[in-house]
């Protein structure tokens, strides 16, 4: 049976060890994400790598809500977020300013990490509170920075690798289960080893054919794949609580300038437009506002 890697992630367990890991392939789910906006090719490729590795993580945990980690970096990349919630809808967005290189690091476009600041959160966007871990900025690429988090926070030894291009993002992660024995130990060696010394270990296009290609000594058993996509969850009330939170006098000068108020979702750069009476509605006294 073809399981293609395409807008997947697929699940996997080592039949005779203690091992498990997962394989996402970000094909549409990534163009369309970062495709709303002009980025440097170099930070489109980090935001890949970043919903690569927050899908992974996402599918790795039982929650409800959504998954958000935030950069807010010292360097050329002021923001970046990324968003992915428990049915794998994914949206991204970031901000920058000057030139980001091609080949420039994350510390490079993230900047000193001392000053710069990565927050991970749960939202269970049911009203009960957030979960927030800091995840430190000392890693040289994502991949790493996930990686410690894993171990830190979840206190699963994990591996991760990520490969993202202009067209598609590929990751693997492969975890430790609790309890490993010695055995484990071997079979969790030399699969890290048959990745780190592939070639290129993303260039099968079945899930099935690619995980077996890399872990020819051990038998492999893959889940039901199931399907990320891009998708945004900005709405007209959502920009409307935003105004309310900018105050009176902020929308009242914009007015002022422009006659109306126009609001672009930093995520998905769709276009919100209220008139002056629409967006003065908003501040009206409480008895004439709509709630709900
Ligand atoms: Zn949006």
Same mark, same amino acid.
Request: hydrophobic letters at 45%.
């Given at each position: 049976?073809?399981?293609?890697?395409?807008?997947?992630?697929?699940?996997?367990?080592?039949?005779?060890?203690a091992?498990?890991?997962?394989?996402v392939g970000?094909?549409?789910?990534?163009?369309?994400?970062?495709?709303?906006h002009?980025?440097?090719?170099?930070?489109?490729?980090?935001?890949?790598?970043?919903?690569?590795?927050?899908?992974? +993580? &996402?599918n %790795?945990?039982?929650?409800?809500?959504s !998954?958000? /980690?935030?950069?807010?970096?010292?360097?050329?990349?002021? #923001? $970046?977020?990324?968003?992915?919630?428990?049915?794998?809808?994914?949206?991204?967005?970031?901000?920058?300013?000057?030139?980001?290189?091609?080949?420039?690091?994350?510390i490079?476009?993230?900047?000193?990490?001392?000053?710069?600041?990565?927050v991970?959160?749960?939202?269970p966007?049911d009203g009960?509170?957030?979960?927030?871990?800091?995840?430190?900025?000392?890693?040289?690429?994502?991949?790493?920075?996930?990686?410690?988090? +894993? &171990?830190? %926070?979840?206190?699963?030894?994990s591996? !991760?690798? /990520?490969?993202?291009?202009?067209?598609?993002?590929?990751? #693997? $992660?492969?975890?430790?289960?609790?309890?490993?024995?010695?055995?484990?130990?071997?079979?969790?060696?030399?699969?890290?080893?048959?990745?780190?010394a592939?070639?290129a270990?993303?260039?099968?296009s079945?899930?099935?054919?690619?995980?077996a290609?890399?872990?020819?000594?051990?038998d492999?058993?893959a889940?039901?794949?199931?399907?990320?996509?891009?998708?945004?969850?900005?709405s007209?009330?959502?920009?409307?609580?935003? +105004?309310?939170?900018?105050g009176?006098?902020?929308v009242?000068?914009? /007015?002022?300038e422009?006659?109306?108020?126009?609001?672009n979702?930093?995520?998905?750069?769709?276009?919100?437009?209220?008139?002056?009476?629409?967006a003065?509605?908003?501040?009206?006294?409480?008895?004439?506002?709509?709630?709900h």
């Amino acid at each position: 049976m073809d399981v293609p890697v395409t807008d997947s992630v697929t699940r996997f367990v080592f039949e005779r060890a203690a091992l498990r890991g997962a394989l996402v392939g970000l094909d549409a789910a990534y163009r369309d994400s970062i495709g709303c906006h002009a980025y440097p090719p170099r930070l489109a490729r980090l935001l890949g790598e970043t919903m690569g590795a927050m899908c992974l +993580l &996402a599918n %790795s945990l039982k929650f409800q809500g959504s !998954l958000i /980690l935030q950069l807010h970096g010292a360097g050329p990349v002021r #923001l $970046l977020v990324v968003e992915c919630d428990a049915s794998l809808r994914l949206r991204a967005t970031a901000q920058w300013s000057g030139d980001i290189d091609d080949d420039a690091s994350l510390i490079e476009m993230a900047g000193d990490p001392r000053r710069s600041r990565m927050v991970l959160t749960l939202d269970p966007k049911d009203g009960s509170p957030l979960h927030q871990g800091i995840v430190s900025l000392e890693g040289a690429s994502v991949a790493s920075l996930f990686e410690h988090y +894993l &171990a830190t %926070s979840e206190q699963i030894a994990s591996r !991760l690798w /990520l490969d993202a291009g202009d067209e598609r993002v590929r990751g #693997l $992660l492969l975890q430790r289960m609790p309890g490993a024995t010695e055995a484990d130990t071997a079979t969790w060696v030399r699969a890290v080893s048959a990745v780190d010394a592939a070639a290129a270990p993303f260039a099968l296009s079945d899930a099935h054919a690619l995980l077996a290609a890399l872990f020819r000594d051990d038998d492999v058993r893959a889940f039901r794949p199931r399907t990320p996509r891009s998708g945004c969850s900005c709405s007209r009330e959502r920009v409307a609580g935003a +105004l309310k939170m900018l105050g009176s006098e902020e929308v009242e000068s914009i /007015l002022a300038e422009q006659g109306a108020v126009g609001v672009n979702c930093e995520f998905c750069n769709r276009r919100y437009e209220l008139s002056a009476a629409e967006a003065r509605a908003l501040f009206a006294p409480p008895r004439a506002a709509v709630t709900h």
